[in-house]
């Protein structure tokens, strides 16, 4: 009203107590506190009567269901700075009149697209943990809703501005914010795998809302890259991963969404870089988020496909040279000396059947202890019935215990081959190789060959030195890759060892990743 003529009273003013946890509060109603004067510049005369307050205590029965009562004794509320009814409030740092905003993370007072952004790369990188400055729907975790809210924030605020309005009321940058919309629901599931293009679809179902964002994780290969495939979105929603990784963020920076679908839908295409395992599967769904930003019922999280045409082995060995005392050590991690990419192509090692070029991923020369990776090496399966035929080769990671895993440094070695009877063989570029006595059944199923035991035969006659304690390992030294350790002679492998330090004085040393090396010490 205008010169301090108010009506008594305001009409449905609702205010939702649902999540309100017990306690006392103060509910305090404020009219025009900025003192601005109306359309027509006219002031109001009084201003002393604007504002209102009410004590209350909410309580919870035993089901948690909430109620409230009013308080009669009510003290007048204060700011944070002490001044009643004032405006000074504490930011998300605790600072009474602070200027830091929730959802900023770039500190440029402005929350938009870039912050946004900022979420999604911060969730691929792990590098933004949950605070009162990030968190926006208070759930402890941040993950694609807090990225969602804030862009509902921007484009909200955006499109307010840009239409006539008389309320000034943004509740959707007020944080934390946000719900579980339990009537809406959301399923993702996997398809149309291409081992040839090393592709796979994932897809969507989502018929009660459309949907602003999504995130979730995958098992069985890691990612190259991530496509859109959602057609109503096709250059509007943003879909990112981190190279190497298993992690998926499908965002919209902007006010689109994925229309509503109550048929399985493309959503996006995985390009990965190398599988892990028989089976691609959806691991996880961290959050499906409707156009509105909150969070829906979603499903497809155990949903797997079978790769066709694959066999998982579980191998264990030692290499003679870095063992010692019932480990192996792991110098050449220590001093970063191990490529990030196999070396065997390199070295003149032939990969068949889709074998070669693995990377290994970021993080797993990083581990410590039992787990480190001692050096790469080179598994292969060979024909049962003529074991000189290679079917198919991986390159794989060896630990300091003996277990030989993939790229992501946990999981067992997977190899391109129809199911069946193989000789399993294991290479590596300064050591004898090894290969098992009889062909032995490999599956999708993950099948343990042990060449750390003698109760484990293996082809020929001493193929392994004994270490003592009845540890067997692969013969070090043959730098010269014939298949044979020699000192003297021609091809021995004694010449190249003198010739990579100098050829002239014996006590020379070098440093770095040498086949010559052959304790694995990184110095030769």
């Known amino acids: 009203g205008c010169y301090d003529r108010y009506g008594s009273g305001t009409t449905c003013n609702w205010i939702d107590i649902t999540d309100v946890p017990a306690g006392e509060y103060t509910l305090v109603l404020r009219t025009n506190w900025q003192q601005a004067p109306d359309a027509l510049g006219r002031h109001e005369q009084d201003y002393t009567n604007n504002y209102a307050q009410l004590c209350i205590e909410i309580t919870r029965d035993q089901n948690d269901v909430p109620s409230f009562s009013v308080l009669q004794n009510c003290p007048t509320w204060t ?252 110098a050449l991690r220590a001093a970063t000396l191990l490529p990030s990419s196999e070396p065997y192509t390199g070295l003149g090692f032939s990969h068949v059947g889709g074998g070669g070029g693995e990377t290994v991923l970021a993080g797993v020369f990083d581990v410590t202890g039992p787990d480190a990776v001692v050096d790469w090496v080179m598994v292969e399966l060979r024909d049962a019935n003529a074991p000189a035929t290679i079917v198919s080769t991986r390159s794989a990671l060896l630990q300091r215990d003996g277990d030989i895993v993939g790229m992501d440094g946990t999981s067992p070695v997977v190899l391109f081959a129809t199911p069946g009877n193989y000789h399993v063989a294991l290479r590596h570029r300064n050591h004898l190789g090894v290969m098992t006595a009889s062909a032995v059944a490999l599956g999708a199923t993950a099948t343990t060959i042990d060449l750390r035991t003698a109760s484990t035969p293996t082809w020929g006659s001493e193929a392994r030195k004994d270490l003592g304690g009845g540890a067997m390992g692969c013969w070090m030294g043959n730098t010269v890759q014939d298949g044979q350790i020699k000192y003297t002679g021609s091809f021995n492998d004694r010449d190249p060892i003198i010739s990579v330090i100098g050829g002239t004085a014996p006590t020379n040393v070098v440093i770095g990743y040498y086949r010559e090396d052959s304790d694995l010490s990184g110095i030769v």
């Open 79 to 330: 700011d944070c700075a002490g001044i009643p009814y004032g405006d000074s409030r504490y930011d998300c740092t605790g600072t009474c009149g602070g200027i830091t905003q929730t959802g900023d993370l770039n500190s440029d007072a402005q929350r938009d697209a870039a912050d946004a952004i900022e979420y999604v790369t911060g969730i691929l990188g792990n590098d933004v943990s949950a605070s009162a400055c990030t968190d926006l729907n208070g759930d402890g975790l941040i993950t694609v809703t807090d990225g969602a809210l804030l862009a509902n924030c921007y484009n909200t605020q955006d499109a307010h501005d840009q239409s006539p309005h008389v309320l000034h009321y943004h509740p959707w940058c007020d944080y934390p914010r946000g719900w579980l919309s339990t009537l809406d629901t959301a399923w993702l599931s996997l398809g149309n795998f291409d081992p040839v293009g090393k592709t796979v679809d994932i897809f969507l179902k989502n018929p009660n809302s459309r949907v602003l964002g999504y995130e979730f994780d995958l098992s069985g290969l890691t990612i190259q890259s991530v496509e859109n495939l959602s057609p109503n979105v096709m250059n509007e929603m943003a879909v990112s991963s981190s190279l190497g990784g298993t992690k998926v963020i499908g965002l919209s920076y902007i006010d689109s969404s994925i229309v509503k679908s109550s048929a399985p839908m493309p959503l996006c295409r995985v390009h990965y870089l190398t599988l892990t395992d028989a089976q691609i599967c959806i691991a996880d769904i961290a959050d499906i988020v409707n156009e509105d930003a909150n969070n829906i019922i979603h499903h497809g999280t155990g949903d797997c496909l079978t790769v066709p045409n694959t066999v998982v082995v579980d191998m264990k060995a030692w290499l003679e040279g870095p063992f010692s005392a019932g480990q192996m050590n792991d």
